[in-house]
């Protein structure tokens, strides 16, 4: 059984960085996509960015376009998101998902993605 597990958040103020990591064992990981979702107090949750098994296609959402950056490692069945120039707006709880193949860069649904981590809390103070 898949088990993401994420870390890497935490506390930083408007203008920093921080790099999320998640490691994914226990399933055909490398044949999957890969997402990052947040999901802020009150909000639905929301994708923000999708890589493919190969890391040969990314998409993002146009809310961190330029400022976020995912990429991933095979060898190590671990999937990044650097976070920079990060704003208020881009506190939230952050999740990283598996959308087992055949699998598309999705990031308006998460019906695509089966197995979920726990999540990991970003906090952009002003």
């Known amino acids: 059984q898949v088990q993401p597990v994420e870390s890497g958040g935490g506390s930083v103020q408007a203008g920093g960085s921080l790099r999320l990591s998640c490691v994914a064992s226990?399933?055909?990981?490398?044949?999957?996509?890969m997402g990052w979702f947040r999901q802020a107090p009150g909000k639905e949750r929301e994708g923000v960015a999708a890589i493919s098994p190969l890391a040969s296609n990314t998409r993002y959402a146009d809310s961190v376009k330029g400022r976020f950056t995912i990429s991933r490692d095979r060898a190590k069945n671990t999937l990044y998101l650097q976070m920079n120039s990060l704003k208020p707006e881009d506190s939230a709880m952050y999740y990283c998902?598996?959308?087992?193949?055949?699998?598309?860069?999705?990031?308006?649904?998460?019906?695509?993605?089966?197995?979920w981590g726990q999540g990991t809390q970003v906090t952009v103070s002003s």
């Open positions: 226990g399933y055909g990981y490398s044949n999957a996509c």
């Open positions: 998902a598996v959308d087992p193949p055949p699998c598309g860069l999705v990031i308006t649904d998460t019906a695509d993605y089966k197995y």
